[in-house]
């Protein structure tokens, strides 16, 4: 998540649609468009922000705060289409820093503003009154975007920008910005919610590697503490609905009682458990530590799993009633991923288990399986990126190719091998 | 010798192994398509080391551009040739950046994209087009390639560097049609409008220079400096009080008529003139407006600098100065010295912007941004002007004529002292357009409304059989 917000705001700072000289860098307006009122993140860089203010800004906020406080509220303003103002509040104030070498590195203020329409005034229109830096620093611009926009299905971050403010040349006046959004629908919201949802699984490698762990063990069975092959494809089958069906289970309800608020737990202790878990099913998968328990640690472990999944909606600070179709659709989204996985893999390894190899795919695939969540395991424990991780990465990001591999397998099997009884 | 067979026991060791090799080449692949461009080395593009200027013997005409720029053609695969030229649009016209954005902001096809060959030719097209002194036109052009290679080498890594500048045309090159060359990349760009077989238009311009002094292959180079010096010189000759005037309280952390697309693509220059006006300077100090002036036009090709230079000239007394930042009359080097130090010169037609700024590679340092734009000829006014300044327009100036009032706003009255009988009476825009007419004017006194025109300069034309008078007058 970092890392795309970096991406894009170093984007953001230089190379827009109405790209201007650097390094004077852009202010930023946010907007994320909720149910009832806007939530905007402003972004102020502060050598240009400097230049307009009286007083010294240094990077310690907190002494400083009423008095950005002031500027913010004397320098933004919404207002509807009749001039009626918007209420604005000021919800917090950080510095940030953003950039790189080449386009250099930039302090920023970042204010989290909350804005609530005037009774009667729709929130899909409004007019923006903008002048901070500009009034004094007569060359800077503020970019505007939208950024969320859950009835026109805009839920990914996907941003679109929507204006720029900045002199008039002609009159050395600055114009307001009129915003009219386009209507949405709860539908469109929905559909758009059901994507996200199987979109997010499928770039989820750890959550499917960990369903894959748990899914080679299908057509096992346990005997004297070693695995055994059994070809009845039934029974395989019958294995592999089971553990999918309490994975779901599992973390479907995680995914709502933290979507809805009721638990909040830290994301990186969970990713650590989430990559761990890989480690002891593929483990499992090798050696059997927990024999016909697999249902169990499925719905466990898919506890953990449904944690992870809700960081997504929990950061789109939807309002309940979107929030209960967000959390409905984002799960069919899921599932319905899950499913073309499933469907994808499983036919090819249940065929290979026929065979007698089917113990050495199982052994390479558990094993590849524990050294990705190792490297993973290594990146979320320190916090950075480790070099192996990048190898992980790029698999990660051509698993297709997996599913290739398991077919070509299964026709050299079915045309050179003898089936096992 | 043992021949191994091939048996089923065989076969199922070597199944194994096979999975390993594939399995491991597959990672392979999968990483070196992902990441192999970690592998090679950074932009090794280099300019060529030799600065000096080819001294053209022959007089300048816009056919020799037209020529290099069709032999450059000719050496370009069709794919390059689609790259790099597109028929004009205002939008395309106005794509141009100062950013180091690469193609998402400047048309054309990439340096670095080119052969040897193909750029030796390429840059020949940007000689032939721009002037031949020292720290001006091509020489500049090539100082600020080499200023992005210091930039590249010392910090500011792959986003910089030579190989990152474009060429384009917009419409064929031609001897005697609408054309326009577009030059640029980082802290660069050059917008040449031909028309007619003139150079209709000479702007916009951007220079830019981090860091504004540097040496490399054992040369120092600066190539911002003269301009920085002849404005720091005008700004000292000014007296305390024409200071004070001049002085804006406006802070300008850039040049604010730069680059391209500002102002959500309206591009609008500024219609009201600040700061102190020239018209109550010295000659001295009159001059070394003019000279400053000169610094810029002086990288247009030398026909066309005289031609444009002229132009200003003759509008020295309606031409403004302005300035922020501290300095000392009598102390040039006062000024133009720390970041958001700024002084614009803008005239009827001049508009002139320098401006210091923090570095961004070398921070604690300042470097400099500049913008020369023209109020009536910004991109030969999309192609349509067919002169540059009124030289073209010929006149045996039998009749007296007396304009008033001049500057106008609202009516133009035109007093002869014969009177008229039939005459045609018409207006010319200051490149040459035409903009409207009266027929079969009589009397000593005509009136010509003007409220409607765009401020600027005009033309009076009268024709009366083969006698033709001209004069001209100012629309405020």
Sequence with gaps: MSIIKFFFRLLLLCVSLNAIAHPAPNSILIVDVRESVIDAELHLPIPELQLAVPFKISNDVTNLYSELEKYVQSHVAFTDASGQYWKLQVLTLNVETTGNKAVGITNEIVAQLRLVPPPGAEVRHFIIRYDAIMDKVVNHRALVYVRQDWEKGRVDKNHEEVGVISINTATMKIEPLTIDLKEGSKWTGFQAMIRLGMKHISEGTDHLLFLLALLLTAPLFYNNRRWEVQPVISRSIVKILKISFSFTIGHSLTLAFASLGWIRIASQPVEIIIAASIIVTAFHALKPIFPNGETLVAAAFGLVHGLAFSTVLYEMHLASGQLLLSLLGFNIGIEIMQIIVIFLIMPWLLFLSLYSIYKTIKNIIAVIAIAMALAWMAERITGTEILFANFVKAIASNAILFVVVLFILSLYCYLTKKQIN | ?476
């Design chain 2, 1 to 476: 010798m043992k021949i191994i067979t091939l048996n089923n026991r065989n076969k199922k060791k070597l199944v194994f192994p096979l999975i390993l090799a594939g399995s491991f080449s597959l990672m392979s692949f999968l990483v070196y398509k992902d990441y192999g461009n970690l592998l090679v080395s950074e932009n090794t593009f280099v300019t060529p080391a030799n600065l000096q200027p080819k001294k053209s013997a022959a007089a300048y005409t816009v056919s020799s551009v037209v020529t290099a720029a069709q032999a450059f053609k000719a050496l370009l695969t069709t794919t390059q040739i689609a790259t790099l030229q597109h028929t004009y649009t205002a939008t395309l016209g106005r794509k141009w950046s100062n950013l180091p954005c690469g193609s998402g902001c400047r048309n054309g096809i990439q340096f670095s994209t080119l052969t040897a060959a193909q750029l030796t030719a390429a840059k020949a097209v940007v000689q032939e087009a721009l002037g031949s002194a020292d720290n001006q036109g091509y020489n500049v052009f090539n100082q600020i390639l080499l200023a992005d290679d210091y930039l590249n080498a010392n910090g500011g890594g792959s986003g910089y560097g030579a190989g990152l500048y474009f060429i384009s045309f917009l419409n064929e090159p031609s001897a005697t049609g609408a054309w326009m060359l577009q030059v640029g990349g980082h802290h660069m760009a050059f917008n040449i409008s031909f028309n007619n077989g003139n150079v209709v238009g000479t702007t916009p311009v951007m220079l830019g220079v981090e860091p504004k002094t540097f040496t490399t292959g054992g040369v120092t180079y600066n190539p911002l400096a003269n301009k920085h010096d002849a404005m720091t010189a005008m700004l000292a000759s000014l007296t305390t009080a024409q200071l004070s005037a001049a002085h804006l309280t406006q802070t300008f952390s850039d040049c604010l008529m730069s680059p391209g697309e500002s102002n959500n693509n309206t591009n609008t220059m500024p219609a009201v003139k600040q700061g102190v006006i020239c018209s109550g300077f010295s000659t001295a100090q009159k001059n070394l407006v003019i000279a400053a002036i000169q610094t810029w036009t002086a990288d247009m090709d030398s026909e066309t600098a005289a031609a444009i230079q002229a132009v200003y000239e003759g509008d020295i007394d309606n031409t403004y100065v302005a300035y922020t930042g501290s300095g000392t009359s009598g102390s040039s080097s006062t000024f133009l010295t720390a970041n958001t130090n700024y002084v614009r010169i803008d005239g009827p037609s001049a508009w002139i912007e320098f401006v210091c700024q923090s570095g961004v590679v070398f921070q604690s340092q300042i470097h400099y941004h500049s913008v020369w734009r023209d109020h009536v000829r910004d991109y030969g006014a999309d192609l349509t002007a067919t002169t540059l300044g009124t030289t073209q327009m010929v006149s045996n100036n039998v009749q007296s004529i007396k304009l008033y009032p001049n500057p106008s706003t609202e009516t133009l009255t035109i007093e002869t002292a014969t009177a008229l009988a039939g005459a045609s009476i018409e207006l010319y825009d200051a490149v040459g357009r035409f903009i409207t007419s009266v027929k079969n004017a009589s009397g000593t006194t005509v009136n010509i409304p003007v409220a409607n025109l765009a401020a600027g300069n005009y033309i009076v034309w009268i024709e009366q059989g083969k006698q033709v008078s001209t004069a001209k007058f100012i629309k405020n």
